[in-house]
């Protein structure tokens, strides 16, 4: 392992070099806001429900039609 260098300064201190540096300060750490979502169902969510119940339905309703018609429901 190396030894780390010493220097006597103008003055006839020893230290070693990165002592008589100025020392620079770590940068300020940045400020972060913490937002908190919104309690309940959001736009998106509404969207997804509607659609699957939509959905759903229009599956029966078209089954309960073949059933009904046809004999060939699966359902009804």
Excluded at 20 to 29: D, I, M, N, Q, V
Excluded at 51 to 68: F, K, P, Q, S, W
């Amino acid at each position: 392992m190396a030894r780390s260098s010493k220097r006597k300064d103008s003055r006839g201190r020893s230290g070693s070099k990165t002592s008589s540096r100025k020392e620079k300060s770590a940068p300020a750490a940045a400020e972060v806001e913490v937002v908190e979502e919104g309690k309940g169902l959001g736009f998106e969510d509404g969207i997804v429900l509607v659609t699957t119940v939509i959905l759903v339905a229009t599956i029966l309703m078209v089954d309960y039609h073949l059933g009904a018609y046809f004999g060939a429901g699966t359902f009804f």
